[in-house]
C-alpha cells in the first residue's frame, strides 16, 4: 500500500516560509525508483496547478508564477521531497499535495493546507 504523507503547511504573512515535506512509502519504492516527485496545489474554485517537479536525475520545473520564490529538492534514499517556499504571497493561498509518479502511476498525498495573510 502506497502511502505519501505530508507535513509542514500552516498559516503565514506575506513575506514569509515554509517548508513542506513528503515521505513516500509502500512497497513499489522498494522494487522501482520514483520518476518524479512534485508538488501541486488548488485553491477554492481553482483547478488543481502544478507548482513544481523534480525527475530522478535532479532537473526541476517550475510554474512561472513561484520562479524565483520555491525551490524543490528530493532525498532519493529516503523517498522524500520538500518545497521550500519563500517570499509567500496571498496568492499562495492553497491545499498543496504531493505527487509520486512511478511507472507512469499516480499516487497523491492528502493535501496541506498553506495560508498566507496580507
Known amino acids: 500500500q502506497v502511502q505519501l504523507v505530508e507535513s509542514g503547511g500552516g498559516s503565514v504573512q506575506t513575506g514569509g516560509s515554509l517548508r513542506l515535506s513528503c515521505a513516500a512509502s509502500g512497497r513499489i519504492f522498494s522494487i522501482f525508483s520514483i520518476d518524479v516527485m512534485g508538488w501541486y496545489r488548488q485553491a477554492p474554485g481553482q483547478q488543481r496547478e502544478l507548482v513544481a517537479d523534480?525527475?530522478?536525475?535532479?532537473?526541476?520545473n517550475y510554474a512561472d508564477s513561484v520562479k524565483g520564490r520555491f525551490t524543490i529538492s528530493r532525498d532519493n534514499t529516503m523517498n522524500t521531497v520538500f518545497l521550500q517556499m519563500n517570499s509567500l504571497k496571498p496568492e499562495d493561498t492553497a491545499v498543496y499535495y504531493c505527487n509520486v509518479k512511478v511507472r507512469g502511476l499516480n499516487y497523491w498525498g492528502q493535501g496541506t493546507q498553506v495560508t498566507v495573510s496580507s
Open positions: 523534480i525527475i530522478s536525475g535532479s532537473s526541476t
